[in-house]
């Protein structure tokens, strides 16, 4: 992993700021949590994923790190 490829990566969730996305997130031992939202904010070791709760309509946030994004531990699409 190197320091081009974390710049990458967050450049690249930085330009979709506002766009809806797909998450897949490996919370370790065989869970796997897929949703969707949108990419509300970067900072520079994170991003915030705004997800609506579709049975009470209440929305939260959802953090991310970039290194997991490097790592394969999140995976995200644009939808």
Not at 11 to 25: L, M, P
Not at 49 to 55: A, R, S, T
Request: proline residues 1%; contains cysteine; glycine residues 6%.
């Amino acid at each position: 992993m190197s320091q081009t490829d974390l710049n990458r990566v967050k450049s690249s969730v930085g330009k979709n700021i506002g766009n809806k996305v797909k998450i897949r997130a490996n919370r370790g031992r065989h869970k796997i949590d897929v949703t969707e939202g949108i990419i509300c904010q970067t900072y520079p070791s994170i991003f915030l994923i705004q997800v609506e709760n579709k049975v009470d309509k209440t929305i939260h946030t959802i953090s991310f790190s970039y290194t997991d994004v490097l790592t394969k531990d999140v995976q995200m699409q644009l939808i």
